[in-house]
């Protein structure tokens, strides 16, 4: 497939190492159990059915090589979907919509951060949920700047990785994320990885 | 029907009826009349004549009602066999009415077996029971010509019914009339065994209306058989002359069973009246709108038969239907049960099955009785078009949504991934002429992947508006979690559902809320709340906004609903949602 080809010249060029290709879900599992990469990027879509082989592939291979992340690109804005993935695998996995990889430095980057241990979510999906309309909206009431970090947190940055992207330091990344949590009633976890589910699934209800 | 032949057909029998009666009062007048009787049947005429009268009674009620013609002429000629040892015993009657009285004897026991074993259809269903009677009534024919032909009285020194001259002697052989003599012992004995044994199984195996048909016959069969039996004893152990008590009392059973057989067709009668009255108030208590299914109901409490069903004939589309329009297989005979046709000039209307053989009272339905069952069948029908159309259009649905799944993902699998692919080349071009130092050419590049990516959002969009791919893979839960998520509106989704249901309830179901969702915006509304359920089979979906008054119904939601046999009941403020889920 052209988009295959296309990210493997991607990466190389940008200096990945790509140890191996698969047409399908099961060759994928044996070749990520031979090679141990560092990640595997999945599409959602796999033989047979093109229907959901790809969600169930990465479940796969969390479980069975919890050394390896995860990334699944998809052509759907789903939360559902994303949420499936990171509901029992918190760590290491990411869920990232095809077109946003054209743009390599973010490819690269959210591999980076899934081998930090991060989790990586599109932030279309992301900017899908926090537009999304609710009763009595506790997201009205953040300020433009809480927004912009909620959405950061909601995308699976760490609190370095906000200070950065936002020049900041951590400890006012800290410091909103406390006041944020402390407006949506959202109790502070002190585990990064469970922070972005509490946060999509309170987007989401 | 042919009612010109069928008024022929009922004054012969009213002919053959008033024969069996003339019959009956000439051996009472003889029997009565001066001179000396040999037999038990002449010496007791009061009761010989009631068996007699009430065979013909069966008879002519078996012929008009539901036994049917064969039983009824079954009945008339045993009422005849039964008054011949009247004339055979008549000692100063002439010789030739005497001989053909003791013609006829030997017939009784093949013809009362052949009646109840057949009873009440006359006709014999098993080869064994064709084997019986057949040899039943070929012993009975060879003992009748061997005694009319070779017996002579004067030389039978036994000789105690019948000893006047016998007009058809051909040549006298003692020998061989008795032999006649031990063969019909041990035929009637071995009859009467067979007689007991059937008529005890018909009690035990019949249920229901079928053995309220049957046990007169069956009661009656028990003490008749068993008569045959003792009889043939008796005469192989008695006294040289069998005049004695035991004979008499053998003779006064017999009669009591014969008179148990002959009530049966007059019970049915009675029954059959009973129960068509029964069935006419029932039917008359429905009023003229009775519900979907009521003379099927009434008929089978009023005959006992809760098995018991109408199938209504649909001439449009030559199939037979229930009372609810349900198609159903084309209605067969059962063992021990019957069906019963019911057509009004020449035109099937009805088919009923019954666990019993023919019942009257299913036959002859009375006219109000006619008429609900008519008008049940035009609604039938009505039903049945209704569902043949409903059917069609939730095949009409179902290819469109079939249609609309292969677009998605033709879109998803085709355009797509050609439009992803196209901009991978555009950004490895735009790589290229940036390390060419070509600055224009970069830009145009960067340009038109900008413009890649913004026509891939619009193909997502636009295959997400076709079909959702999410309620194929994920079902309806999810699928209206994404709705939610994209909603125009405030939604709160409150969908408690654990399985999948069948794929065309969740898109009735997705379209139902997506256009409520819609139309709730479109009339103003800030909140909407859809709960979804499932109560049995039946999807239940609740969806309150806080809108406008709704305007008229939604129609796509209308016709799927509509297309998979639910209902969509918008209320002040709220729209009610029922799909079945088969």
């Given at each position: ?19 191996g ?5 099961e ?21 047979p059915t093109?229907?959901?082989?790809g ?13 390896t ?19 029992e ?11 946003r990889?054209?743009d ?6 959210a ?18 949920l926090l ?6 909206d506790?997201v ?20 370095q ?8 330091t ?5 410091a ?16 990064q990885?469970?922070?972005v589910?509490?946060?999509?699934t309170?987007?989401?209800? | ?13 009213i002919a053959?009826?008033a ?37 013909f009674?069966a ?10 013609r ?10 005849a ?35 109840v ?20 009534y ?38 061989l009339v ?37 046990w ?15 009889h ?27 008179i ?8 049915a ?9 029964a069935?006419?108030?029932i ?11 009521s ?35 084309e209605?067969r ?8 046709a019911?057509?009004?000039d ?25 008429l ?13 078009r209704?569902?043949d159309?409903?059917a ?12 609309r799944?292969?677009?998605?993902r ?64 994920a079902?309806?839960g ?41 139309d709730a ?14 109560a ?9 906004d806080?809108?406008?008054p709704r305007g ?6 209308a016709?799927?609903v509509?297309?998979?046999?639910g ?12 799909i079945?889920?088969?």
């Open positions: 497939m052209l988009t295959r080809q296309g990210i493997v010249r991607l990466l190389q060029d940008a200096g990945v190492d790509v140890v290709e698969s047409e399908d879900g060759g994928l599992l044996a070749d990520v159990g031979r090679t141990k990469p560092d990640v595997a990027i999945v599409d959602i879509r796999m033989p093109h229907t959901d082989e969600l169930v592939a990465a479940q796969r291979i969390m479980t069975e090589h919890p050394d992340g995860v990334l699944v690109l998809s052509h759907y804005v789903e939360p559902g979907y994303a949420m499936r993935l990171i509901e695998h918190p760590e290491r996995v990411g869920y990232l919509l095809k077109e990889v054209f390599v430095a973010i490819l690269v980057d591999l980076r951060r899934i081998v930090d241990g991060e989790t990586v979510i599109d932030p279309t999906i992301v900017s899908r537009g999304r309309r609710r009763r009595d506790p009205e009431s953040l300020t433009d700047r809480e927004r912009e970090v909620l959405g950061l947190v909601a995308e699976g940055m760490s609190n990785g906000i200070a950065d992207r936002l020049f900041v951590e400890r006012t990344v800290e909103h994320i406390s006041a944020i949590f402390h407006k949506l009633g959202l109790a502070e976890s002190p585990d990885h469970r922070r589910l509490a946060v999509l309170f987007l989401r209800t | 029907m042919a009612t010109e032949s069928v008024r022929r057909a009922n004054v012969l029998w053959a009826g024969a069996g009666l003339a019959c009956a009062l000439a051996s009472l007048a003889v029997a009565l009349g001066p001179g000396e009787f040999t037999t038990f049947a002449a010496r007791t005429p009061a009761l010989a004549t009631l068996v007699g009268l009430g065979l009674g008879g002519v009620a078996s012929a008009f009602g539901s036994p049917g064969r039983t009824g002429g079954l009945f008339l000629i045993a009422g066999i039964w008054f011949a040892p009247v004339w055979v015993g008549w000692s100063d009657g002439p010789p030739v009415i005497r001989a053909l009285g003791a013609l006829a004897v030997p017939f009784l026991v093949p013809v009362v077996v052949h009646l074993s057949t009873y009440p259809g006359g006709r014999a269903r098993t080869a064994a029971t064709r084997a019986i009677l057949g040899l039943l070929a012993t009975a024919a060879l003992s009748a010509a061997a005694h009319a032909l070779f017996r002579d009285p004067l030389r039978d020194t036994n000789c105690w019914d019948n000893c006047t001259t016998n007009p058809l002697l051909v040549h006298p052989s003692p020998a008795q032999a006649m003599d031990v063969m019909d012992r041990w035929v009637a004995a071995g009859a009467g065994i067979v007689l007991v044994a059937l008529c005890v199984r018909r009690l035990r195996t019949a249920t229901g209306p079928g053995r309220r048909a049957v007169p016959v069956a009661a009656g069969g028990v003490v008749v058989g068993s008569m045959f039996v003792a043939s004893v008796a005469l192989a152990n008695g006294p040289e002359r069998p005049v004695e008590p035991v004979f008499r009392w053998i003779y006064v059973a017999l009669a009591v069973g014969m148990i057989v002959s009530a049966a067709p007059v019970l009668w009675v029954r059959t009246r009973t129960q068509q009255r069935v006419g108030r039917v008359a208590e429905l009023g003229e709108a009775p519900d979907v299914g003379v099927q109901a009434a008929l089978s409490r009023v005959v006992g038969d809760p098995a018991l069903t109408i199938a209504y004939w649909v001439p449009s589309s030559s199939r037979f239907v229930d009372a609810q329009g349900q198609a159903v297989a209605p005979e059962r063992p021990g049960g019957s069906v019963t019911l057509a009004r020449g035109r099937t209307l009805a088919v009923i099955s019954h666990a019993a053989p023919t019942d009257d009272v299913v036959r002859e339905l009375g006219a109000a009785v006619r609900a069952l008519e008008n049940e069948r035009l609604q039938a029908e009505a039903l049945s209704a569902e159309i409903r069609s259009r939730a095949r009409i649905v179902e290819t469109g949504d079939a249609e799944r292969r677009l998605e033709d879109l998803h699998d085709g355009a797509q991934q050609g439009v992803l692919a196209l901009s991978y080349r555009l950004r490895l071009a735009w790589a290229a002429a940036k390390a060419d130092g070509d600055d224009r050419g970069a830009a145009l590049l960067a340009d038109a992947t900008d413009q890649a990516i913004g026509v891939l959002a619009e193909l997502r969009g636009l295959a997400h508006g076709i079909f959702p791919a999410i309620l194929t893979e079902g309806l999810p699928a209206l979690a994404t709705l939610v998520d994209s909603a125009p509106i405030v939604v709160e989704a409150n969908v408690a559902l654990d399985d999948r249901l069948p794929a065309p309830v969740e898109t009735a179901a997705y379209v139902v809320v997506s256009e409520a969702v819609d915006a479109s009339r103003g509304a800030t909140h909407a709340e859809v709960a979804a359920e499932l049995g089979d039946r999807l239940l979906i609740r969806i309150d806080d809108g406008a008229p119904a939604m129609p796509r939601s016709d799927r509509g297309a998979l046999g209902v969509v009941r918008p209320e002040p403020g709220m729209l009610r949602v029922e079945p889920c088969e």
